[in-house]
């Protein structure tokens, strides 16, 4: 019960960012659909400078949480096409470096000290944050793990902000381009969003996609977990 109070004291504004990172999401998607369904030619007919600014707000949004990742790439597909799928691309590595900033200015790197106080735990973040490049693609390639949320977590754990951008924007791109392209495909978006019917290969594509990722982060942590061990018995020997 000390430690949990210590946790709570020392990392406050850390756990409450990252419970409404997972609650937003829901909440904004929600919102949105309302409003699309409300004003379903909201986003057609842009000019230049108001596709500018929509891809400006949905990468603060996305890094926020207010709209997740999978309702951004259906909405964008349909009313943009594929010409806006490099516009959208920006976009993600704008809302992961503001996501990145606003993280680092809010944790100050407690949660790492905090997990000085159990050698074990510490010494397994160690070794993933060696194996940072992998755990990034791996928790970005599911199309079920919050783009904000996860942006939350690897920056707590400090990974170096070069590799979490270039790692970000590529695990992102195979789920992003398979709800893009069913975006374009659609015809009527409240139906898109509401239910994205990807049929039986679309499926077993975000099956395999989930698969990869958790199996994936298994390993990374199973080989985390025996090289933090191997060094803390050979430091003790």
Do not use: C
Not at 19 to 29: D, E, F, R, T
Not at 46 to 74: D, G, K, R
């Amino acid at each position: 019960m000390r430690i949990f109070r210590e946790l709570l004291r020392t990392n406050f504004s850390t756990l409450f960012s990252m419970g409404l990172l997972v609650a937003l999401p829901v909440v904004g998607s929600s919102s949105l659909s309302w409003v699309l369904y409300q004003n379903q030619q909201l986003l057609q007919h842009l000019t230049a400078w108001q596709i500018l600014l929509y891809f400006a707000v949905i990468a603060f949004t996305m890094a926020f949480a207010l709209t997740p990742t999978t309702f951004v790439a259906l909405v964008t597909g349909f009313y943009l096409g594929w010409w806006g799928f490099p516009g959208m691309v920006l976009s993600y590595m704008l809302a992961a470096m503001v996501g990145y900033t606003v993280a680092s200015r809010l944790d100050h790197g407690k949660m790492m000290r905090f997990l000085h106080h159990f050698p074990k735990a510490d010494a397994v973040m160690q070794e993933l944050k060696h194996e940072s490049w992998q755990l990034i693609l791996l928790t970005r390639i599911s199309p079920v793990l919050p783009f904000a949320l996860m942006t939350f977590v690897l920056t707590v754990m400090r990974v170096e902000k070069k590799r979490f951008l270039s790692a970000s924007v590529l695990g992102m791109l195979p789920r992003s381009m398979f709800f893009y392209w069913l975006g374009t495909k659609a015809q009527d978006v409240v139906a898109l969003v509401r239910d994205p019917d990807s049929g039986t290969a679309g499926k077993l594509l975000v099956a395999g996609l989930i698969a990869v990722s958790v199996f994936g982060l298994y390993w990374l942590f199973d080989r985390a977990l025996k090289r933090a061990l191997k060094k803390t018995q050979k430091n003790s020997a």
